[in-house]
Structure formats: C-alpha cells, structure tokens
C-alpha cells in the first residue's frame, strides 16, 4: 500500500475538524436527493431489475448547480486525506451511473464533468453495456476505472470495454501496458487471493441469489424443516422463480434507452 493508502485506511473520522460530507452532500452522493423526507430513497442502478427507473435518471446524478457549488466549497476546506476519500466516493457514484470519469484527477475535472452532463442531458448507454440479471455476487455495475495506480482512465461510451485479469477476473485495465506495470508492481502478489476470494464470493452470490429469486416472488425461503433452500440449481427450477429470471432477461434485452409502455414489472 502506499503511504496515502495507508493514510485513508487508518483514517479516524471522529478527530476530523470538519466533516467529510455535509448533509446536503452526503443525501446527494449516497441516495441522490436533497429533501430530507427522501433520506430513505435508493439511487437505481444500470442492472436488469432496476432498468426502467435508471433509465428515468435525471442528468449528473441529480446535481443542481447549488450542489456543486457547495461541494466545491466544502471540499477545499477539508484535510488532503478527506479530499482523496470524498473525490474517490464522488467518482466510484458517477462510474456506477454510467457517468465516465476517464483522465479526471481532481475534483474539478469531476464537477466539470457534472456541468456538462447537467447541459447537454443524460448520458447515453454503450452498445457493448450488459444489464446484469445476477443481483447477488459479483457482476458489473456502471463503468469500470482501470486498476493500475495512478492510471485515470475509465470505461465510457465511445471507447470499447476495458479488460479484467484473466486469472482473477477482479483488476481492470485499460492497456497492456497499465496490466503489464500493476502486475509488476503489486497485482502479482495478491492475483492468486484475489482469484479464491472472487470464487468464495461468487458461490456465496449464488445461494444468496436463491433466497432473493424465492422472496421476490412472494414464497418461503426455508423448507419445511426451517431449513434455508441453499441449492441454487433445485431453486431456480422453481416455476415462479422461472418466470421472474425470464421477465430479468427480457430487460436485459430490450432496446436501449427506450421504455417499454405500461406499469413496471414488480421485481422489487
């Protein structure tokens, strides 16, 4: 880890003069409203079963020029540790909303780019996109930064897909040459934890996506013995689990940035 790394990891926000977030930055940043009856509100995510609502997003994440403004205010006044954890958790937000954030190093370079997409509208959906119909486990949300460290680049819509690792399927990278120079500088000592930790986490998705496809179709996630129903492949031959996995694709196929008519399918 590097001495930043190393900074942000045993950071103590009790002994901060200032706070990271005021509130009106952190209602924004983490659920994408200002109103305080809305604290509760979950920003939808480019996946399969929250389609219809991301595609219904309002520009920038739902900044309003008052927003950037006290952000910019605020973020000058915080110590560089916050300035790097506030900046990081503002980026990884816009990345997640398909929001690209390639060569942006500072906070400026984020609120320009706030500025822009408040001007010109939301930003489109790639064609090579994928909405995920896997909600539990690992899978892809939004846009990917590449992993080599003190490489700014990102995943956006008129450039092609960035790259995992072929071993752990976890780092990301925009070239052969960022892989190349990460897997020199650290990612080859943690590949191989990185790979069994993925495969843990994704076995581990899979029974979780059981007990989601049960609940969301309204039945009992336990046997008759109390038992919780863990075997993934004997749920997913349930009828109605069938139905709502088939209704998950057939979003995932449809046109993109084009919704359908009619109510939206009760995933949730």
């Known amino acids: ?20 977030y005021t509130d ?16 509760f509100a ?9 389609r219809r609502d991301f595609e219904r997003r309002p520009s920038a994440i739902g900044a309003t020029p008052q927003l950037l403004v006290e952000l910019k205010g605020h973020h000058v006044l915080l ?9 990081r958790h503002l980026r990884s937000t816009m990345l997640r909303q398909l929001i690209s954030c390639d060569g942006a190093a500072t906070m400026d370079d984020l609120v320009i780019i706030l500025r822009e997409e408040m ?7 790639p064609e090579w996109y994928k909405y995920s119909t896997v909600t539990m486990g690992p899978r892809k949300i939004g846009y990917d930064g590449c992993t080599n460290r003190g490489c ?5 819509h008129d450039q092609p897909r960035f790259s995992s690792c072929s071993k752990c399927k976890v780092a990301i990278y925009c ?3 960022c892989q190349a120079a990460d897997w020199k500088a650290r990612h080859k000592k943690v590949c191989k934890e990185a790979a069994k930790e993925r495969e843990q986490i994704t076995r581990m998705g899979k029974m ?9 179709t309204g039945q009992d996630a336990t046997d008759s013995f109390g038992n919780l129903r863990t075997n993934y492949r004997e749920v997913r031959r349930d009828p109605a689990v069938r139905e709502r996995r088939q209704r998950l694709k057939a979003e995932k196929k449809r046109p993109k940035d084009k919704s359908a008519d009619g109510p939206d399918p009760k995933f949730f």
């Open 42 to 50: 979950i920003r939808p995510a480019p996946e399969a079963a929250t």
């Open 152 to 156: 700014n680049r990102t995943e956006a």
């Open 119 to 125: 001007d010109s509208g939301t930003s489109p959906v």
């Open 175 to 177: 070239s052969r040459e």
């Open 1 to 20: 880890m590097t001495p930043e790394e190393l900074e942000e990891h045993h950071h103590d926000p009790s002994f901060d003069e200032i706070p990271t």
């Open 79 to 87: 110590s560089p540790v916050q300035q790097r954890m506030l900046y």
């Open 24 to 39: 009106a930055l952190q209602r924004w940043i983490l659920h994408g409203c200002e109103d305080d009856d809305d604290d």
């Open 208 to 216: 979780m996506q059981g007990i989601s496809d049960l609940s969301m």
